[in-house]
Every structure is written in structure tokens, then in C-alpha cells.
């Protein structure tokens, strides 16, 4: 994204979302503007300790950048990220794809932007701030958001926050077991909803059924479109066992609106179409929500990011 043209100054925040391949980042205005935006990669093959430097050097990039054209450093920053978040102490607490376990990045962020307030979060928790707040649930009083990625997981959202529950943990979704007899996940269950809804756990079954082991879940929507039998049936499956999983999510949650994103939902009516009966051929005295595909993309996460840094000023403001 270009820069824009230099005004002085203009408050920001510093809003980053890693991945487990990449980050996203952005420089926020106050009114939510994307000043600037950039990426790089994490580097996680060079290991945990050049993951959390490739973070920290970013973060310090984003600062410079922001001091050089827009007249002033950033007031805050928020960073989202994979894995098991202890929000409140600021902790990165565990995320296999990236190797860490126990990271204050809080503190070793605020030390790198020398001193400002830093907002940590949970990825998907974020992602769901940022569609709840301006994106696909944008006025609902209630909400869950669900990605469907390489796992699954979700987002509760009350009022515009998100709900992380007494540890942490609210909206793992994709660890509710749907089918005992499953395949075994990596929490220790059987049958987790991800090991058979998520967009690895398609790709897995549309590669054996086609016997391509190239092929991925974005392969199966387009042989689903066409007709193919074996696609239809792996398609079928998934879409089975995701709205079981949602049916259950609904009735403990009760969300006006339910937000669907992620890879698999990039196939659009193809996913949408069946899931919607699916649900509510399930439903009896429950109420059906609006279903409806998530509406940020893959900047979601970056935004909720910047969201999470304007609040956390808000609330020192007001203390």
C-alpha cells in the first residue's frame, strides 16, 4: 500500500497480526483508518527466538515509519497471535506453529516501542473484535465468529467485545467432539469438530478421495461445483459435521448472527447453501441465526489488532 502524504502529525496506534507463516501489519488512525500497511514473514524456520526478534524488529520498523510520515510515534500497539493467550498478564503462553511457550510480549514489546501501552490477543478473538465491530456483524448485539482454517475456532462476541472466558479458552469451537468415533486430534480428543470441518481436514479427505495428494480443499469446491460424486460426498461430510458443531455452539450461545471466514468459506454459496439447510434442518426450539460469510478477510486480525490498541487507551484514559 502506498504511503499516504504527510500530515503533522497524526496520532496511530501500531497494529500487528502473526501468523504462523506471516505477519500482517498496519499503522491505525483514530478513526480506524489504515495509514500504512505492510507484511513480512516470521521466520519460524529460524526458530522460537527469531520469531519473537522478526516481532519486536517489525514492531520497531512500524514506529520508525510512523515517526518519519506521520510526525509522531505510535501511542499504543496491539498484537494478535496463535496459540493459548494469557491476555490479561500480556503472555504469549503456547502456539505450536510458531515454537513458544511462555512469551511476554507485552512487556518485550512495550520495551522495544519504548514504553507505550501494548494490547495482546488471541488471533481468532481479535479477528472476531474487528468483524464484529465493522465487518460482517456490524450491529449485532450477539455474535459468534468462526474461521475455518488449518483448525477451527471461534469468537463470542457480547455487545462489541469479545468474550475469553474465565481462563482464556471461550470459543474453541473446533474442540467440540461431533463425532466420538473420529479421528484423533491434537488436543487428545477423538472426533474434534476440526479434524473433519476445517479446510486441512477437507483437503485431507478430497486428497485421498481423488487420489491427488496435490489437491486441497479450494480443489474440492471447484469439483463440487462440477458434480463430482466424490467431491459431493467429501463436501457433504464436512458440512455435516460443521453444523452439528454449530447447532451445538447455538444453543449454548444464542448469537443473532453467525459469522463464517476463513479459507472454506472463500468458496462462498458452494459452502453457504448447504451449511444454512444444514443448520436448520437441526434446529427445533432453538432460534435460527443470520449466517452470513465474514466480510474482512485476512485483515481482520490486523484490524481487531488496532481496535484492541485504541481500546486499551481508552480504558487507561478513563482509570
Not at 494490547?119 to 468483524?131: C, K, W
Not at 463430482?228 to 455452539?249: F, H, I, K, S
Amino acid at each position: 500500500m502506498p504511503p499516504r502524504a504527510k500530515l503533522f502529525p497524526v496520532k496511530h496506534v501500531i497494529a500487528l497480526d502473526v501468523g504462523g507463516t506471516g505477519m500482517k501489519a498496519a499503522l491505525v488512525g483514530a478513526d480506524g483508518t489504515l495509514l500504512y500497511e505492510a507484511r513480512r514473514a516470521t521466520g519460524r524456520e529460524r526458530g522460537a527466538e527469531a520469531v519473537v526478534e522478526s516481532i519486536l524488529a517489525f514492531a520497531a520498523d512500524l514506529r520508525a515509519y510512523g515517526e518519519e510520515h506521520f510526525g509522531e510515534s505510535a501511542v499504543a500497539a496491539g498484537v494478535a497471535v496463535p496459540g493459548i493467550v494469557d491476555a490479561e498478564n500480556g503472555i504469549a503462553v503456547y502456539a505450536a506453529n510458531l515454537g513458544w511457550r511462555d512469551v511476554p510480549m507485552r512487556r518485550l514489546l512495550g520495551e522495544r516501542l519504548g514504553g507505550v501501552p501494548v494490547a495482546l490477543g488471541h488471533d481468532v478473538r481479535t479477528g472476531g473484535l474487528a468483524e464484529g465491530r465493522i465487518g460482517a456483524g456490524k450491529g449485532a448485539d450477539r455474535f459468534l465468529f468462526v474461521p475455518l482454517g488449518t483448525g477451527i475456532a471461534g469468537a463470542i462476541g457480547i455487545a462489541g467485545t469479545i468474550e475469553a472466558g474465565a481462563h482464556g479458552y471461550a470459543g474453541e469451537i473446533g474442540h467440540i467432539v461431533v463425532r466420538p468415533d473420529g479421528p484423533d486430534c491434537g488436543c487428545g480428543q477423538r472426533g474434534c469438530l476440526e479434524t473433519l470441518a476445517s479446510a486441512s481436514a477437507v483437503t485431507r479427505a478430497w486428497a485421498a478421495a481423488s487420489g491427488d495428494p496435490e489437491a486441497d480443499a479450494a480443489d474440492c469446491a471447484k469439483a463440487v461445483e462440477s458434480g463430482d460424486p466424490a467431491a459431493l460426498e467429501v463436501w457433504r461430510n464436512a458440512v455435516d459435521a460443521l453444523a452439528a458443531g454449530l447447532v451445538t455452539a447455538l444453543t449454548l450461545l444464542d448469537p443473532r448472527t453467525l459469522i463464517i471466514g476463513g479459507g472454506l468459506a472463500e468458496a462462498g454459496e458452494t459452502l453457504f447453501t448447504p451449511l444454512r439447510a444444514a443448520v436448520e434442518e437441526r434446529v427445533t426450539f432453538q432460534k435460527l441465526p443470520h449466517i452470513v460469510p465474514a466480510a474482512l478477510g485476512d485483515t481482520a486480525g490486523c484490524l481487531g489488532a488496532g481496535l484492541l490498541a485504541w481500546d486499551l487507551l481508552s480504558t487507561e484514559v478513563s482509570a
